[in-house]
């Protein structure tokens, strides 16, 4: 599956964003899915996933009752809403997706082997 992740801008702190992420190429539904970002010269971290079985998501412990992760498998789109944005988020945060990866390398990277381009947050204080 290809990904395009859009969405991503200059806020201030406080405010929010929705960050969306379009599939295409192969069936949507029976992925798994996640964000995960990358603050310049720092490791691209975990955010939040999602199940194809749309079961309970997981997220970051930085991230937890701020963000929201969500997905339409009918319009193959995986959605990031975000809230309360505070400075530390600033990064480009990547859409990834695995058909095959499992629980505990959730929040792994190298353990996705689809990744979108990566679109830019910036949230100013």
């Known amino acids: 599956v290809q990904l395009q992740a859009s969405g991503g801008g200059l806020v201030q702190a406080g405010g929010s964003l929705r960050l969306s992420c379009a599939g295409s190429?192969?069936?949507?539904?029976?992925?798994?899915l996640a964000w995960f970002r990358q603050p310049t010269g720092k490791e691209r971290e975990f955010v939040a996933g999602?199940?194809?079985?749309?079961?309970?998501?997981f997220y970051a412990d930085s991230v937890k009752g701020r963000f929201t992760i969500s997905r339409d498998n009918a319009k193959s789109t995986l959605y990031l809403q975000m809230n309360s944005l505070q400075p530390e988020d600033t990064a480009i945060y990547y859409c990834?997706?695995?058909?095959?990866?499992?629980?505990?390398?959730?929040?792994?990277?190298?353990?996705?082997?689809?990744w979108g381009q990566g679109t830019q947050v910036t949230v100013s204080s």
């Open positions: 190429g192969r069936t949507f539904s029976g992925y798994t």
């Open positions: 990834t997706a695995s058909l095959t990866i499992i629980h505990s390398n959730l929040g792994v990277p190298s353990a996705y082997s689809n």
């Open positions: 999602l199940k194809s079985t749309n079961s309970n998501p």
